[in-house]
């Protein structure tokens, strides 16, 4: 029988704990805010372009994975190792026989965009024979359709490409908005990505679903602009890249932005319309806190 224990940390330990128990002979430990979802919640790390301003919670709680009775051994040794007293076991939970393909596949239902747009994990059928269905499975490149952003996302396309458009992902992830854009009738595709194992997935995601598109790192971006910008990222690099983005949008072309949220709107709009005030952005959809911003470049 395999057991989960709670134990309680301070930022100074936390981590050395953690791995001390997995050489003591945990089968996993993870480590989280003990303060998660309440108003002492820390934030560890920074949006991409800023410094992170903490390196580890004050208070982390570790959930430690044992074998059978091995708990308070396993504990004890771990501690001696890093010379700290054993923390005491907080909650001790028998983890049943599971399995856990069916249990993660379970948590990744059809996702419907729109009336005729779904995205289907491989193990599911489509629900509508009829819809449009972008086959993508979880992976570890960002984009499944679940999140609002990417929701956001692939609603524009649904209401606003017109067949024959060229589109850029830029900050592609998985491929899901490049591959939607396919499926909904796009012209040339492009996806560009600083993640290599990124863009491995979206190249595979691609094949998977018949989308002809390339993918390509920043740096070996073609010249020329494309009738649609995508950037499903943050709001910070979303500032940082303004100038990069909006080079790439074509005369009459749209710039579609998202990955920021409602009270980030106005500092992003106000970054591009300095940047160039030709693309007059605004919030065009929100979804659970989350906008997205687009605007278009007069023809």
């Known amino acids: 029988m395999l057991y989960e224990l709670t134990l309680s940390a301070d930022g100074r330990s936390a981590e050395a704990l953690a791995d001390a128990l997995v050489e003591a002979g945990a089968l996993s430990v993870s480590v989280e805010d003990a303060n998660a979802e309440t108003p002492d919640e820390q934030a560890l790390f920074g949006e991409p372009g800023l410094a992170p301003t903490r390196h580890a919670w004050t208070s982390s709680r570790l959930r430690v994975l044992v074998d059978g009775d091995a708990g308070a051994d396993v504990i004890a040794a771990a501690s001696a190792a890093i010379g700290i007293d054993p923390p005491a076991i907080e909650a001790r939970v028998a983890v049943e026989d599971t399995d856990w393909v069916r249990a993660t596949q379970a948590q990744f239902p059809p996702t419907r965009i729109s009336d005729r747009?779904?995205?289907v994990p491989s193990w599911h059928e489509p629900p509508d024979p009829a819809a449009i269905a972008v086959r993508l499975d979880p992976g570890g490149a960002f984009g499944?359709?679940?999140h609002p952003t990417t929701r956001l996302c692939l609603r524009w396309l649904d209401s606003n490409l017109n067949p024959g458009a060229t589109v850029l992902?830029?900050?592609?992830g998985s491929g899901i908005l490049a591959i939607a854009a396919g499926k909904l009738g796009a012209g040339r595709i492009t996806g560009t990505d600083i993640d290599a194992q990124a863009l491995q997935a979206a190249r595979a995601?691609?094949?998977a679903n018949c989308v002809d598109a390339?993918?390509?790192e920043p740096d070996s971006?073609?010249?020329g602009t494309?009738?649609?910008v995508l950037a499903n990222i943050l709001s910070n690099p979303l500032k940082l890249l303004a100038p990069a983005l909006l080079s790439r949008v074509a005369p009459g072309g749209a710039l579609v932005l998202s990955g920021v949220l409602e009270r980030q709107a106005g500092e992003v709009i106000e970054a591009y319309r300095a940047a160039d005030p030709g693309v007059a952005l605004s919030v065009w959809a929100a979804d659970e806190g989350w906008v997205c911003l687009a605007g278009r470049r007069p023809a």
């Open 169 to 172: 992902d830029y900050g592609c």
């Open 144 to 146: 499944t359709g679940t």
């Open 226 to 228: 494309w009738d649609i």
């Open 205 to 207: 995601n691609s094949a």
């Open 214 to 216: 390339d993918y390509t």
């Open 117 to 119: 747009l779904w995205i």
């Open 221 to 223: 971006l073609r010249a």
